[in-house]
């Protein structure tokens, strides 16, 4: 598992004081306001955060350090990571990046379906879209179809809904 996670882009500046304006790649921009620093860019360079806040669906950030809007427009495009070990998720939630790669099995009869290439989220629910044999299959994660899911092991166990995959 990667150590650090990525959780949204700098896409612009704001004021005069050095803040950035971030696009949060999570389920809602509040996420990113708990916590205390951030790491930035391909480097991943560590910023604490003095403070931020949710303005229209983004996070507006003043970062340590970072006190002049040529500061600030300098990480303009640049990846914001967090640290694995500075946030946990609730029971049944799990980061995108550790769902990709997973196998897909049959909880039943241990059926291989493909592998995790992509997670879409919704609004509903998210769909993971596996891949098999250069074949493409899209998977409801709902409780009806997600049996369990096991990061340690790289396996998730569905019971797929009737019409899922294509009998060959």
């Known amino acids: 598992?990667?150590?650090?996670?990525?959780?949204?882009?700098?896409?612009?500046?704001?004021?005069?004081?050095?803040?950035?304006?971030?696009?949060?790649?999570?389920?809602?921009?509040?996420?990113?306001?708990?916590?205390?620093k951030v790491f930035i860019g391909r480097?991943?360079?560590?910023?604490?955060?003095?403070?931020?806040?949710?303005?229209?669906?983004?996070?507006?950030?003043?970062?340590?350090g970072i006190d002049t809007p040529e500061a600030a427009n300098s990480l303009r495009n640049s990846v914001v990571y967090i640290d694995?070990?500075?946030?946990?998720?609730?029971?049944?939630?799990?980061?995108?990046?550790?769902?990709?790669?997973?196998?897909?099995?049959?909880?039943?009869?241990?059926r291989i379906y493909g592998t995790v290439k992509d997670v879409f989220q919704t609004g509903a629910n998210d769909v993971y879209e596996i891949e098999k044999d250069g074949k493409k299959y899209y998977v409801p994660a709902i409780p009806q179809v997600i049996a369990d899911t096991d990061i340690e092991n790289k396996v998730i166990l569905i019971r797929p809904l009737e019409g899922l995959f294509d009998e060959d």
């Open 43 to 64: 480097d991943k360079k560590q910023f604490d955060i003095e403070y931020a806040r949710v303005h229209k669906n983004m996070v507006l950030a003043k970062l340590s």
């Open 84 to 110: 694995r070990d500075d946030t946990e998720l609730d029971e049944g939630t799990y980061f995108i990046a550790d769902l990709i790669g997973l196998e897909m099995k049959d909880a039943e009869n241990g």
């Open 1 to 36: 598992m990667k150590d650090y996670l990525e959780t949204g882009k700098i896409v612009n500046i704001h004021g005069l004081k050095g803040e950035v304006k971030i696009m949060p790649w999570s389920d809602s921009p509040q996420f990113l306001c708990g916590f205390e």
